[in-house]
T-cell receptor, first 112, second 115 residues
Framework: QQQVKQSPQSLIVQKGGISIINCAYE??????FPWYQQFPGKGPALLIA?????SEKKEGRFTISFNKSAKQFSLHIMDSQPGDSATYFC???????????FGAGTRLTVKP | DAGITQSPRHKVTETGTPVTLRCHQT?????MYWYRQDPGHGLRLIHY???????DKGEVSDGYSVSRSKTEDFLLTLESATSSQTSVYFC??????????????FGPGTRLTVL
Protein backbone atom coordinates (compact mmCIF):
# COMPACT_ATOMS: atom_id res chain seq x y z
CA GLN A 1 0.00 0.00 0.00
CA GLN A 2 1.18 3.50 -0.76
CA GLN A 3 2.49 5.08 2.42
CA VAL A 4 2.44 8.58 0.95
CA LYS A 5 -0.68 9.73 -0.86
CA GLN A 6 -0.41 12.73 -3.17
CA SER A 7 -3.10 14.86 -4.76
CA PRO A 8 -4.09 16.07 -7.25
CA GLN A 9 -2.77 13.87 -10.06
CA SER A 10 -2.70 16.86 -12.37
CA LEU A 11 -3.06 20.58 -11.92
CA ILE A 12 -3.49 23.46 -14.34
CA VAL A 13 -2.76 26.97 -13.10
CA GLN A 14 -2.61 30.32 -14.80
CA LYS A 15 0.67 32.23 -14.84
CA GLY A 16 0.98 34.24 -11.65
CA GLY A 17 -1.36 31.99 -9.71
CA ILE A 18 -0.69 29.77 -6.72
CA SER A 19 -0.12 26.05 -7.22
CA ILE A 20 -0.91 23.81 -4.25
CA ILE A 21 -0.05 20.12 -4.04
CA ASN A 22 -0.97 18.03 -1.03
CA CYS A 23 0.48 14.90 0.53
CA ALA A 24 -0.60 12.72 3.43
CA TYR A 25 1.42 10.03 5.13
CA GLU A 26 0.70 7.09 7.40
CA UNK A 27 3.91 6.29 9.22
CA UNK A 28 4.47 8.58 12.21
CA UNK A 29 8.13 7.55 12.25
CA UNK A 30 8.78 9.58 9.10
CA UNK A 31 10.98 12.54 9.94
CA UNK A 32 12.13 13.97 6.63
CA PHE A 33 9.80 15.28 3.93
CA PRO A 34 11.34 16.38 0.63
CA TRP A 35 9.71 17.59 -2.55
CA TYR A 36 11.21 16.73 -5.93
CA GLN A 37 10.69 18.40 -9.29
CA GLN A 38 11.05 16.40 -12.48
CA PHE A 39 11.14 17.63 -16.06
CA PRO A 40 10.45 15.23 -18.96
CA GLY A 41 13.43 13.01 -19.71
CA LYS A 42 15.28 14.03 -16.56
CA GLY A 43 15.77 12.60 -13.11
CA PRO A 44 13.95 14.10 -10.13
CA ALA A 45 15.73 17.05 -8.52
CA LEU A 46 15.37 18.09 -4.89
CA LEU A 47 13.32 21.26 -4.63
CA ILE A 48 12.80 21.83 -0.93
CA ALA A 49 12.58 19.70 2.21
CA UNK A 50 11.30 19.99 5.76
CA UNK A 51 11.65 18.19 9.07
CA UNK A 52 8.69 17.91 11.48
CA UNK A 53 10.12 20.28 14.07
CA UNK A 54 8.94 23.26 11.97
CA SER A 55 5.52 23.95 10.47
CA GLU A 56 6.66 25.89 7.44
CA LYS A 57 9.72 26.35 5.27
CA LYS A 58 10.08 28.86 2.48
CA GLU A 59 12.64 29.06 -0.28
CA GLY A 60 11.94 31.76 -2.83
CA ARG A 61 8.54 31.09 -4.41
CA PHE A 62 8.33 27.60 -2.91
CA THR A 63 6.86 26.91 0.54
CA ILE A 64 6.27 23.67 2.40
CA SER A 65 3.50 23.69 5.01
CA PHE A 66 3.61 20.84 7.51
CA ASN A 67 0.83 19.66 9.82
CA LYS A 68 2.19 16.97 12.10
CA SER A 69 -1.08 16.21 13.89
CA ALA A 70 -2.92 15.70 10.59
CA LYS A 71 0.04 13.86 9.02
CA GLN A 72 -0.14 16.12 6.02
CA PHE A 73 2.21 18.41 4.17
CA SER A 74 1.83 20.56 1.12
CA LEU A 75 3.84 22.44 -1.47
CA HIS A 76 2.80 25.96 -2.42
CA ILE A 77 4.26 27.59 -5.51
CA MET A 78 3.62 31.32 -5.50
CA ASP A 79 3.53 33.39 -8.68
CA SER A 80 3.59 30.20 -10.77
CA GLN A 81 5.49 30.47 -14.06
CA PRO A 82 5.36 28.40 -17.26
CA GLY A 83 8.89 27.22 -16.40
CA ASP A 84 7.45 25.57 -13.28
CA SER A 85 5.53 23.14 -15.50
CA ALA A 86 6.85 19.75 -14.40
CA THR A 87 5.92 16.72 -12.34
CA TYR A 88 6.25 17.15 -8.59
CA PHE A 89 6.76 14.32 -6.13
CA CYS A 90 6.47 14.45 -2.38
CA UNK A 91 8.36 11.91 -0.33
CA UNK A 92 8.90 10.84 3.25
CA UNK A 93 11.60 8.91 5.01
CA UNK A 94 12.84 8.14 8.46
CA UNK A 95 16.18 7.88 10.11
CA UNK A 96 18.93 7.19 7.65
CA UNK A 97 16.84 7.77 4.53
CA UNK A 98 17.28 4.27 3.16
CA UNK A 99 13.55 3.68 2.85
CA UNK A 100 12.22 6.80 1.19
CA UNK A 101 8.59 6.54 0.08
CA PHE A 102 7.32 8.69 -2.75
CA GLY A 103 3.90 9.96 -3.66
CA ALA A 104 2.52 9.12 -7.10
CA GLY A 105 3.32 12.57 -8.50
CA THR A 106 1.44 15.66 -9.69
CA ARG A 107 1.76 16.95 -13.21
CA LEU A 108 1.66 20.74 -13.04
CA THR A 109 0.93 22.83 -16.11
CA VAL A 110 1.23 26.59 -15.84
CA LYS A 111 -0.54 28.34 -18.69
CA PRO A 112 0.91 31.63 -19.96
CA ASP B 1 23.31 15.49 -11.76
CA ALA B 2 25.79 15.28 -8.86
CA GLY B 3 28.26 13.40 -11.05
CA ILE B 4 25.94 10.46 -11.73
CA THR B 5 25.79 8.69 -15.07
CA GLN B 6 23.63 5.75 -16.06
CA SER B 7 24.13 3.34 -18.92
CA PRO B 8 22.54 2.45 -21.15
CA ARG B 9 20.04 5.31 -21.35
CA HIS B 10 17.61 3.24 -23.40
CA LYS B 11 17.30 -0.49 -23.83
CA VAL B 12 14.81 -2.81 -25.49
CA THR B 13 15.08 -6.48 -24.63
CA GLU B 14 13.04 -9.64 -24.80
CA THR B 15 11.33 -11.55 -22.03
CA GLY B 16 13.63 -14.03 -20.35
CA THR B 17 16.91 -12.32 -21.19
CA PRO B 18 19.29 -11.01 -18.52
CA VAL B 19 19.81 -7.27 -18.33
CA THR B 20 22.36 -5.22 -16.40
CA LEU B 21 22.06 -1.52 -15.81
CA ARG B 22 25.03 0.49 -14.61
CA CYS B 23 25.22 3.51 -12.35
CA HIS B 24 28.50 5.38 -12.07
CA GLN B 25 29.32 8.21 -9.68
CA THR B 26 32.41 10.37 -9.56
CA UNK B 27 32.16 11.87 -6.07
CA UNK B 28 32.79 8.96 -3.71
CA UNK B 29 29.36 8.90 -2.07
CA UNK B 30 28.80 6.03 0.31
CA UNK B 31 25.11 5.44 -0.36
CA MET B 32 23.71 4.48 -3.75
CA TYR B 33 20.15 3.52 -4.67
CA TRP B 34 18.18 1.98 -7.50
CA TYR B 35 14.57 3.07 -8.03
CA ARG B 36 11.97 2.30 -10.65
CA GLN B 37 9.44 4.87 -11.79
CA ASP B 38 6.02 3.85 -13.07
CA PRO B 39 2.90 5.93 -13.72
CA GLY B 40 0.68 6.07 -10.66
CA HIS B 41 3.39 4.74 -8.37
CA GLY B 42 5.96 7.50 -8.18
CA LEU B 43 9.39 6.10 -7.45
CA ARG B 44 9.89 2.84 -5.61
CA LEU B 45 13.14 1.65 -4.09
CA ILE B 46 14.52 -1.61 -5.50
CA HIS B 47 17.85 -2.00 -3.70
CA TYR B 48 20.40 0.22 -2.06
CA UNK B 49 24.04 0.03 -1.07
CA UNK B 50 25.80 1.51 1.92
CA UNK B 51 29.32 0.59 0.85
CA UNK B 52 31.40 -1.76 -1.27
CA UNK B 53 29.82 -5.21 -1.15
CA UNK B 54 27.16 -3.92 1.30
CA UNK B 55 23.66 -3.96 -0.14
CA ASP B 56 20.11 -4.35 1.08
CA LYS B 57 16.62 -4.81 -0.33
CA GLY B 58 14.09 -2.10 -0.90
CA GLU B 59 10.35 -2.06 -1.35
CA VAL B 60 10.24 -3.89 -4.73
CA SER B 61 13.34 -6.10 -4.85
CA ASP B 62 11.83 -9.32 -6.26
CA GLY B 63 13.36 -10.20 -9.64
CA TYR B 64 16.33 -7.86 -9.17
CA SER B 65 19.85 -8.24 -7.85
CA VAL B 66 22.59 -5.70 -7.32
CA SER B 67 26.33 -5.61 -6.92
CA ARG B 68 28.81 -3.01 -5.79
CA SER B 69 32.44 -4.06 -6.19
CA LYS B 70 33.77 -0.49 -6.39
CA THR B 71 32.63 2.68 -4.62
CA GLU B 72 31.83 4.37 -7.91
CA ASP B 73 29.76 1.63 -9.59
CA PHE B 74 26.39 0.15 -8.61
CA LEU B 75 24.96 -2.48 -10.96
CA LEU B 76 21.33 -3.56 -11.20
CA THR B 77 20.66 -6.94 -12.80
CA LEU B 78 17.39 -8.39 -14.01
CA GLU B 79 18.23 -12.11 -14.11
CA SER B 80 15.35 -12.95 -16.44
CA ALA B 81 13.50 -9.87 -17.62
CA THR B 82 9.69 -9.83 -17.62
CA SER B 83 7.25 -7.39 -19.18
CA SER B 84 6.32 -6.13 -15.70
CA GLN B 85 9.87 -4.81 -15.40
CA THR B 86 9.33 -2.37 -18.24
CA SER B 87 9.98 0.91 -16.49
CA VAL B 88 12.28 3.87 -16.11
CA TYR B 89 15.11 3.09 -13.71
CA PHE B 90 16.84 5.78 -11.70
CA CYS B 91 20.02 5.60 -9.74
CA UNK B 92 20.52 7.96 -6.82
CA UNK B 93 23.29 8.84 -4.43
CA UNK B 94 23.00 10.18 -0.95
CA UNK B 95 24.86 13.21 0.29
CA UNK B 96 24.65 14.67 3.72
CA UNK B 97 22.95 18.05 3.49
CA UNK B 98 22.62 20.88 5.95
CA UNK B 99 21.31 19.98 9.38
CA UNK B 100 22.52 16.41 9.01
CA UNK B 101 19.85 15.45 6.52
CA UNK B 102 20.69 13.00 3.78
CA UNK B 103 19.73 14.43 0.42
CA UNK B 104 19.25 12.07 -2.48
CA UNK B 105 20.40 13.15 -5.94
CA PHE B 106 19.18 11.29 -8.99
CA GLY B 107 20.80 10.29 -12.24
CA PRO B 108 19.24 10.83 -15.68
CA GLY B 109 17.48 7.45 -15.81
CA THR B 110 17.40 4.38 -18.05
CA ARG B 111 14.28 3.56 -20.01
CA LEU B 112 13.92 -0.22 -20.23
CA THR B 113 11.36 -1.94 -22.42
CA VAL B 114 10.84 -5.69 -22.11
CA LEU B 115 8.94 -7.16 -25.06
Amino acid sequence: QQQVKQSPQSLIVQKGGISIINCAYENTAFDYFPWYQQFPGKGPALLIAIRPDVSEKKEGRFTISFNKSAKQFSLHIMDSQPGDSATYFCAASRGNNNDMRFGAGTRLTVKP
Amino acid sequence: DAGITQSPRHKVTETGTPVTLRCHQTENHRYMYWYRQDPGHGLRLIHYSYGVKDTDKGEVSDGYSVSRSKTEDFLLTLESATSSQTSVYFCAISEMGSGGTDTQYFGPGTRLTVL
